[in-house]
């Protein structure tokens, strides 16, 4: 865990807010579709649900998740042609313990 690459991702709003929404992602998306595709929420959230509720545009969204998913703070999941991202716990869990023991 680099804790400067997460202090970084950390630092938009809009990707903080997407690791809030990932945390419970049943409060924040439909999950009907996921089921209905024999899927759910263990897998992550789709790009385009992300991108739907944010408002920004797919090719940010996608800069964004990308990012956090390299300070290690995401997971994705590729099925077929969508991409699919949940929260990497570990990561989330070391930094934690890092700003409680470093700060």
Known sequence: MDPLAVYK???NPARLQFLEW????????????YREQGLGFHIGVCVGDIQARSGLSQSVVSSYLQSMKDAGLLESE???????YRRNEGTIRAFAAHIADEL
């Not at 990932?22 to 579709?33: G, I, Q, R, V, Y």
């Not at 590729?78 to 699919?84: A, E, L, S």
Request: aromatic share 14%.
């Open 22 to 33: 990932l945390k419970n992602p049943a409060e924040h998306f439909d999950e009907s579709a």
């Open 78 to 84: 590729r099925i077929g042609k969508w991409t699919y």
């Open 9 to 11: 991702a950390l630092a």
